[in-house]
């Protein structure tokens, strides 16, 4: 099936550097992905859509500008914590949908445990 | 605005059946999924409904959906110690909603 893969599985920056998270489909186009945050013992949190050449789409409450997203290409979406300070420590996983598969399924990458100290 | 709701815990015998069960609100919703996550890792796709359908069974899964009722559970036959995890239904129709997951338990 199809994979999204995410990379950094798990990063450690120090408290007012940026971090930036990938996010790449890997065998299909994405036109749109989505970013997650999950805090401890809670649901996944949508943060945004991230649609190829437009601007993403945040959900109300999410700061866009220090949750900065690209999608650059089809198969490409970043997202990057500015400034990020230890209440950013949180495990953020992006998703993808194949637009040609037979359904609709989200394909979801391994997460990214963000640890900021 | 959307919701999904679940129950946060189960506990079931080795051998026995798990049910798991979740509400949404989101009457447009075009498929509904269950994801397993097990510890330290991402979502794992299980198995997914399309918004028409009441009942979908894969192996030892079997989804059932009360669209009238905006009810949606997931069976889990002959359940074993792997399937120990944590369990999120989700709703989708442009964007994916999750629930708050179930943590299934597994007693020996």
């Known amino acids: 099936g199809a994979v999204v893969s995410q990379h950094p599985s798990w990063v450690i920056c120090k408290s007012g550097t940026s971090v930036k998270i990938e996010c790449r489909s890997l065998d299909f186009q994405a036109t749109t992905m989505f970013w997650y945050r999950q805090f401890p013992k809670q649901s996944l949190m949508l943060m945004a859509t991230s649609n190829e050449g437009s601007k993403a789409t945040y959900e109300q409450g999410v700061e866009k500008d220090k949750f900065l997203i690209n999608h650059a290409s089809l198969t490409l979406s970043t997202l990057t914590v500015t400034s990020a300070h230890p209440e950013d420590s949180s495990f953020y996983i992006c998703s993808a949908r194949d637009p040609q598969g037979a359904s609709t399924e989200a394909f979801f990458g391994q997460g990214t445990r963000l640890t900021v100290v | 605005g959307e919701d999904v709701e679940q129950s946060l815990f189960l506990s079931v015998r080795e051998g026995d059946s798990s049910v798991i069960n979740c509400t949404y609100t989101d009457s447009s919703s075009t498929y509904l999924y269950w994801y397993k996550q097990e510890p330290g890792a991402g979502l794992q796709l299980l198995t997914y409904?399309?918004?028409?359908?009441d009942m979908k069974q894969d192996q030892r899964l079997t989804v059932l959906l009360n669209k009238k009722d905006k009810h949606l559970s997931l069976r889990i036959a002959d359940t074993q110690t792997g399937d120990s995890a944590i369990y999120f239904c989700a709703e989708a129709d442009d964007k994916i909603i999750f629930g708050k997951g179930t943590r299934l338990h597994i007693l020996p």
């Open positions: 409904i399309f918004s028409n359908m």
